[in-house]
């Protein structure tokens, strides 16, 4: 696969001027969870608005800068803050900052998000690894001309690799962490879901409820990347818990699960 794709070459070129390095694993973290970034050393820090053709990101808890540099003693490059489709971009935009990543050199890709447990063994604060997704939203970043050359109908039918799943299962062990596997599936938002909704999306399979993830891991699968999916239950889904779903309450139990992240993605890095 060529590294420039069709639509990050000014991109590739701008980063460039900063870093010339060529990590082999990249990391996409979600809301509240920006602070995986702040274990990088040699970091080199690049806002995402000063990256021609980076769309913008508008949403508290996503910073919006681009890490380059040693994490766990492994090079990585770290999106910090992600964007979504319900901020009024294209879900080809949103899947912008994979192509970016593919073509500083990055072939395994992590990628987090904070996500609402629709299964009830899953309460705040649990950390789940996605073995699967359901895209109930419709939208791929595929649809179009087939611009980046690769393969036009991409098989999805193992988006994220389970291998590395045991492995990072094995290591969450190891560090006394509790972990679960489970379904997510992505909508549009950015209103959370009624209760209708999230009683049908159960039914339908899923563990975790998010508006994110599922566009990158689609391009990443197209690209030809290994993906390691990890959601952090901040809250159980609508018609599950008594308290009315806030974002604020999404960045803190991002904030609390903080530590333990930070640990198994270190592990999972140094693994790598």
């Known amino acids: 696969m060529e590294n420039s794709i069709s639509d990050i070459g000014e991109a590739l070129q701008f980063v460039r001027q900063f870093d010339t390095r060529k990590p082999k694993l990249g990391l996409i973290l979600g809301s509240g969870l920006g602070a995986v970034a702040e274990l990088v050393a040699d970091a080199v820090e690049i ?72 299964n009830p063994d899953l309460s705040p604060g649990s950390i789940m690894f996605i073995e699967d997704h359901i895209n109930s939203v419709g939208k791929n970043p595929l649809v179009g001309p087939n611009l980046d050359h690769g393969p036009r ?23 006394g962490i509790r972990v679960h596997r489970g379904v997510y599936l992505w909508t549009l938002g950015p209103s959370y879901e009624t209760k209708a909704e999230v009683r049908a999306f159960a039914r339908l399979g899923a563990d975790a409820i998010g508006m994110s993830t599922v566009p990158e891991v689609i391009q990443a699968v197209y690209l030809g990347m290994k993906v390691l999916g990890i959601s952090t239950i901040t809250n159980r889904a609508a018609g599950l818990g008594d308290d009315r779903l806030s974002h604020e309450d999404v960045l803190e139990v991002g904030r609390r699960v903080g530590a333990d992240l930070k640990r198994l993605v270190s592990g999972i890095v140094r693994r790598t």
Not at 48 to 74: K, N, R, W
Not at 78 to 95: D, N, P
């Open 47 to 118: 806002s995402t608005g000063s990256i021609p053709g980076y769309p913008e990101s508008t949403v508290a808890g996503h910073s919006g800068s681009l890490v380059i540099g040693d994490l766990a003693g492994v090079l990585v490059a770290i999106v910090r803050g992600r964007v979504h489709c319900y901020e009024g971009h294209s879900v080809r935009a949103v899947a912008f900052p994979v192509r970016l990543l593919h073509g500083l050199g990055v072939r395994r890709l992590i990628v987090t998000n904070a996500a609402g447990g629709a």
């Open 153 to 175: 109908f991409p098989d999805m039918s193992e988006p994220y690799d389970l291998d590395w799943i045991s492995e990072a299962e094995s290591i969450a062990g190891a560090e």
